[in-house]
């Protein structure tokens, strides 16, 4: 951000605060009360415990930490403490009614943007370039995915409706080659630079990476129809010993929300049940499905600086840059993002998302699972909160990277890292594979 004035500071945290608050909006009006209220799975909060919660963290980090306001409602801090009440038990909290839960967002809203308006917007690293309202509008799209999930897994008729994405050209695509080798070499891995990078993207050091390849574009459901053809789900050779066991436990066979109707795949999509499209990035496969295909495949997934370094290093410059693309911000010429559309794009879409050696989709679409553990990077420092990054490492969960169709391009670039649990499917996720340079 350095020469960007104080005017355009403010102007980025305003547009990114009202676009998220505008997409909150909608998915907690496109359903009636007894829908915002109700459990639509155990995985899941209700969507009123979401939007009063989006509430909740603004009014602690920008009005009464940042802005240094009185707390307006201090007596719900707890009700909404996602480390308090796990979500399977929020619906028996006394939580706020929607028409309350709208009216306190709001309120808060009102109140923060009076804050952003006079403040310097320097002085500390919650305030320099306005982090903490980049944070916040970083949550707020968090929980806007989080939200679009409970929408996936409600049942009843659609409430949503988004335009298609665009059409891959069909010519460019089938012309692709199938992967593309990343040579050797040190790149510079996470950010010390990005201004409202969150505390685990953070510091920038450097990494040797082997030279390897990558798939040019995502897994895709066609792909993943062949080791299902295949019995990869009753192969134990394919899968890891916990996945093997989930599978069984669950009587898991084809991705969540696929069905297998008169010889046909079917899917359940917001509502509507449609043809499996076989050019489409594959969803809602948990880490162990993904890892079971690459080891079909005679592959593996790729770790998460493998990742990092196909989305972001520049041959030419030797560079690590923002995105794929270069450093310029998200478009939707280059990335799926933003609930814009409410599926991923065909693989081979956006070429002019592509990285310099010609990778596609990296950033929106699907979010991709790696090989790698949730750890801290060396010098990691907790910021501004704990329980944001720092809890969850360890070896329990697994990173995702480059965002989803359903995230806000706010909270996805080519150091965002998220996380979670190796047996969730209902997240939107996909995933590529790699080998290693010299193995067949
Ligand atoms: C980074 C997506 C795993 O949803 O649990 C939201 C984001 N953190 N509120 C989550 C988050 C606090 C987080 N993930
Ligand atoms: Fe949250």
Not at 301 to 308: I, Q, S
């Amino acid at each position: 951000t350095d020469g960007i004035s104080v005017d355009a500071l403010r102007r980025r945290a305003f547009d990114a605060l009202t676009t998220a608050r505008e997409r909150t909006a909608l998915l907690t009006s496109c359903v009636d009360e007894p829908e915002l209220t109700a459990q639509h799975s155990p995985l899941m909060s209700p969507l009123v415990w979401d939007l009063a919660h989006i509430g909740n963290q603004e009014e602690q980090w920008l009005l009464r930490t940042v802005g240094g306001r009185e707390a307006v409602r201090p007596e719900i801090d707890s009700v909404y403490d996602a480390f308090e009440h796990p979500r399977a038990l929020r619906p028996t909290l006394p939580l706020l009614a929607p028409r309350e839960a709208r009216a306190y967002a709001s309120d808060i809203r009102g109140r923060v943007l009076d804050i952003l308006d006079s403040s310097p917007l320097r002085g500390g690293p919650l305030l320099d370039a306005g982090f903490a309202f980049g944070m916040i509008a970083q949550h707020e799209q968090q929980h806007d995915e989080t939200m679009l999930i409970t929408h996936q897994l409600r049942r009843g008729p659609a409430a949503l409706t988004a335009p298609e994405p665009p059409a891959a050209e069909p010519v460019d695509a089938a012309d692709l080659p199938a992967e593309i080798l990343i040579p050797a070499g040190q790149f510079t891995m996470g950010t010390s630079a990005e201004p409202w990078a969150l505390d685990n993207e953070r510091p920038a050091h450097h990494r040797l990476v082997p030279a390897f390849h990558l798939d040019t574009v995502p897994v895709t459901n066609g792909d993943y129809l062949r080791f299902i053809e295949d019995g990869g789900y009753t192969d134990e050779r394919w899968w890891a010993p916990a996945g093997w066991d989930q599978i069984r436990e669950h009587d898991i066979a084809a991705p969540l929300f696929w069905r297998r109707e008169a010889g046909q795949w079917t899917r359940r999509r917001f509502g509507t049940v449609e043809p499996v499209p076989a050019d489409e990035p594959v969803l809602h496969v948990s880490w162990y499905e993904a890892d079971a295909y690459a080891r079909w495949a005679g592959r593996r997934l790729p770790t998460e600086e493998e990742w990092e370094k196909a989305a972001r290093h520049d041959p030419v410059s030797g560079r690590s840059r923002r995105y794929p693309w270069g450093d310029e911000d998200p478009t939707p010429e280059r990335a799926n993002l933003g609930q814009r559309h409410l599926r991923p794009a065909p693989a081979g879409s956006y070429p002019r998302g592509a990285s310099p050696l010609g990778v596609r989709q990296l950033i929106g679409d699907v979010w991709e699972w790696t090989s790698s553990d949730f750890l801290p990077y060396p010098g990691f420092v907790a910021f501004p909160y704990r329980e944001y990054s720092e809890v969850f490492f360890g070896g329990a969960h697994k990173v995702l990277r480059g965002g989803s169709f359903a995230v806000g391009d706010v909270a996805s670039r080519g150091t965002f890292r998220n996380w979670d649990l190796p047996v969730r499917r209902q997240i939107f996720a996909g995933f590529r594979t790699a080998r290693s340079a010299g193995d067949a």
